[in-house]
């Protein structure tokens, strides 16, 4: 049996002397220690010392319907008694796949009929690639082997995943681009708060809009497989594109032919109160690559939905040669068909939009109008950012180094609320089960790491 009883201390020594963590440096955080997550209910989080923290960010965005359901976990009980593991590779199936190929025909936005599965938001990105590439080259136009798509986007981790992404300290991990493959392009974001200067949100999108168009004219339309962007920037800050951004990004994917592939990671399963973030920003994709909420995070899976034109034109392909051991892993897919009943069983996507979204948002809209250094809130549905700001009228922000990001993102640990620091943003998507009471919870803790950071600066 597994020991779970050590001190905190004994968890963290042992963690600094053999498990290396993901986006950290190793030798910072076995100095400072980490946080030991123990046990979790709804949308509460405990950690070694009995803390109970309220998480605002559903784990990685990905915890949607909440902690300790049931149903979820009787699903993967259940399908691992039944039949643990099997492939899809040679001529075989199960019913776990199929069946939540079905489901997903149903909750995507219409035209949506044909799914093929991965482990992870990286792996079905790359999958993206090598299909895409794939469908150009039956089409009879191979040379289209080139990606866009922008600065401060969040697309993966793999090697293609990086490419596709838009993070710069990505791209130079191995030296200058020593991630960063051949054949992947970026544009800029559309991020008005900060790069908008003195035009309009509406001038401002078109114009980074626009700039689609300058990349795949450089680069000559012929050599441009597609465009990849999530409808809301996640991990870049929850940045809500300008009305005028995605119409003119649709026209001119559409005008040169290029593909449109909606990252729905972090949009997708009700996050910005429809179940795609491309039905709330009104959006018609190609492809829109799925992960996170699909399992609520309880297993890892992940799928891409391809629109019938595009399925049309691998079906008469010849082989796709490409796949993962575990693509549709039946104890997954299981829980994936679990996740997507309580989803609709609870309403929670009308939730989101009707009820506990708008109410999120009135509650920080108060912070933008009573505290100062609040910029903007932005988001849709149960995804916000709030901007840190120095200055408000100005739109100044904090510099990298004041970092005040980092210093909100410490007083959120010491008040047990979790809340994400992304540059000088700080990041709200809590579980979609959220309660109102829950929401005024997180307000009220918001504030007061708010508060005290404004202090640490001598802005209040
Ligand atoms: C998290 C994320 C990914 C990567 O998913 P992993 O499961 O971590 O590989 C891809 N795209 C977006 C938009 C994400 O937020």
Redesign the pocket.
């Known amino acids: 049996m597994m020991n779970f009883n050590r001190t905190t201390a004994q968890w963290q020594e042992l963690d600094r002397d053999h498990h290396t963590h993901p986006f950290s440096d190793p030798k910072a955080l076995g100095e400072k220690g980490t946080r030991v997550i123990t046990k979790a209910e709804g949308s509460y989080i405990w950690d070694s010392d009995d803390n109970k923290i309220l998480d605002g960010m559903a784990g990685?965005?990905c915890v949607n319907v909440g902690y300790g359901r049931t149903e979820l976990i009787e699903a993967a009980d259940r399908q691992m008694r039944q039949l643990p593991y099997y492939n899809s590779f040679f001529q075989t199936s199960n019913p776990p796949q199929i069946e939540l190929s079905r489901l997903l025909s149903e909750v995507t936005p219409e035209g949506f009929n044909h799914f093929f599965f991965a482990g992870?938001?990286?792996?079905a990105?790359d999958t993206n690639v090598r299909l895409v590439r794939h469908y150009w080259d039956i089409k009879g136009q191979p040379k289209k082997k080139t990606f866009i798509s922008r600065h401060n986007a969040?697309?993966?981790?793999t090697l293609a995943?990086t490419s596709l992404g838009g993070m710069g300290y990505m791209h130079n991990m191995g030296g200058e681009g020593g991630s960063l493959l051949p054949g992947f392009e970026h544009i800029g974001q559309p991020f008005w708060y900060l790069e908008g200067g003195d035009m309009t949100p509406e001038e401002f999108g078109l114009m980074r809009a626009q700039e689609l168009e300058t990349k795949i004219l450089e680069l000559g339309a012929d050599s441009v497989a597609a465009f990849i962007a999530?409808p809301i920037q996640?991990?870049g800050g929850v940045i809500v594109p300008p009305a005028t951004y995605w119409p003119e990004i649709q026209r001119i994917c559409k005008k040169y032919d290029i593909l449109l592939i909606a990252?729905e990671?972090?949009c997708g399963f009700g996050r910005t109160g429809n179940w795609f973030g491309s039905e709330t920003m009104g959006i018609k994709p190609d492809l829109i690559?799925m992960?996170?909420g699909l399992s609520s995070g309880y297993l890892p899976i992940?799928a891409i939905g391809m629109q019938d034109d595009f399925f049309a034109v691998l079906n008469g392909g010849g082989d796709i040669n490409h796949g993962y051991t575990y693509s549709g892993h039946p104890v997954a897919s299981a829980v994936a068909i679990a996740n997507i009943h309580y989803i609709r069983d609870h309403n929670l996507v009308e939730k989101v939009r009707e009820d506990t979204g708008p109410y999120l948002h009135a509650g920080l809209q108060h912070l933008v109008d009573s505290h100062p250094i609040v910029g903007e809130v932005r988001g849709r549905g149960l995804m916000a950012g709030i901007q840190l700001v120095k200055d408000k009228a100005s739109r100044t922000t904090f510099s990298g180094d004041e970092d005040a990001g980092t210093v909100c993102r410490d007083h959120c640990f010491s008040n047990n609320l979790i809340m994400r620091g992304v540059g000088q943003s700080m990041i709200i998507s809590p579980p979609l089960t959220i309660s109102r009471i829950e929401i005024d919870e997180l307000l009220a803790k918001a504030k007061i790491c708010l508060d005290a950071t404004g202090r640490d600066f001598g802005l209040m």
């Open positions: 990685l965005w992870s938001g990286s792996e990105n969040y697309h993966g981790s995943a999530e996640g991990a990252d990671v972090i690559t992960a996170k992940a």
